[in-house]
């Protein structure tokens, strides 16, 4: 502001109408414009300066109002702190609050950490009766036991069947096959419900269906055809459903439930989808791990 002043006075005191500036020779008009605009550049600092000041009066009242709010409480203050340092005997309220305060949050700890030890014990235990179950699984005792049932069951299924196995395949459970010809399909149907067999005996886990798509292979004749469709019905493992698709049942006897397509190479039926699609949702939401809603 001084210097504005300042700025102003000089241009009035000016006889000249020019001004030559003394350290870059640049020469000013000393005319009213000029003169005019330094005025108003006074008057707006002085405004901007008492409105700043007004400002300031205001956030002054503001802080002492609140000091003066902040003064309301000092004597609670005071009096607080005299109870906590009045003495009962030899000992303070202030220490005998802060001795509290520790014994509540010690026993607070004690009691969550007792939870979790709980807790690690008696995942401990479980832990220890898994691993028992496992080593008595996994003994020789059982293995021997469990292809011991295995190769049985191959052996009778293979007569029943006509094919004859190499002894190596009576020893192992995932054995290499290598029939060929009309004894490859029959081989490996012997295998498969050999090994189906022993999974229901010996397994608590839950019992998929058994599907069997068109068994028939590599041109079967007649009798080997009914065999290995009266075999797949006769020794279906319990609790265990077949589903079996096939041309024909080649005499063999079947009082189950039979699907036949109305529709040349289509199973599905079109009037049925919503029907079967509503009974069906659920389950597919269940596995996809969405239980509610559309399927997706």
Not at 157 to 169: C, D, I, Q, S
Not at 259 to 282: A, G, H, W
Request: aromatic share 6%; net charge negative; proline share 3%.
């Amino acid at each position: 502001m001084t210097e504005l002043d300042a700025d102003v006075k000089f241009t009035q005191s000016l006889v000249g109408a020019q001004v030559v500036c003394p350290t870059c020779n640049t020469v000013h008009e000393n005319d009213f414009a000029n003169r005019f605009s330094l005025i108003n550049d006074a008057d707006a600092c002085r405004g901007f300066l008492a409105s700043a000041r007004h400002s300031l009066v205001e956030v002054e009242a503001d802080v002492a109002r609140q000091m003066q709010s902040l003064r309301a409480y000092d004597d609670r203050i005071r009096r607080i702190d005299a109870l906590l340092a009045e003495k009962r005997g030899e000992v303070k309220l202030r220490d005998m609050l802060q001795d509290e305060s520790e014994r509540i949050v010690d026993a607070t700890i004690a009691a969550e950490r007792a939870v979790i030890d709980g807790g690690i014990v008696e995942w401990q235990i479980r832990e220890n009766e898994a691993v028992k179950l496992m080593k008595a699984h996994s003994s020789a005792k059982r293995k021997a036991e469990i292809v011991a049932f295995y190769a049985k069951k191959l052996s009778a299924f293979a007569v029943e069947l006509g094919v004859t196995f190499e002894a190596a395949v009576k020893k192992s459970i995932s054995p290499k096959i290598n029939e060929t010809g009309s004894y490859g399909p029959r081989a490996i149907l012997a295998y498969h419900f050999a090994l189906l067999h022993t999974i229901r005996e010996f397994t608590t886990s839950c019992l998929c269906p058994i599907i069997l798509d068109t068994p028939l292979q590599q041109d079967q004749d007649e009798t080997n055809a009914a065999a290995i469709i009266g075999f797949a019905l006769k020794h279906r493992p319990r609790d265990m459903q077949l589903i079996l698709g096939t041309v024909s049942l080649h005499g063999a006897e079947y009082n189950g439930h039979v699907i036949n397509p109305l529709v040349k190479e289509s199973l599905l039926r079109e009037d049925e989808f919503d029907t079967v699609n509503s009974y069906m949702r659920p389950f597919i939401n269940k596995l996809l791990g969405q239980d509610q809603g559309e399927l997706i």
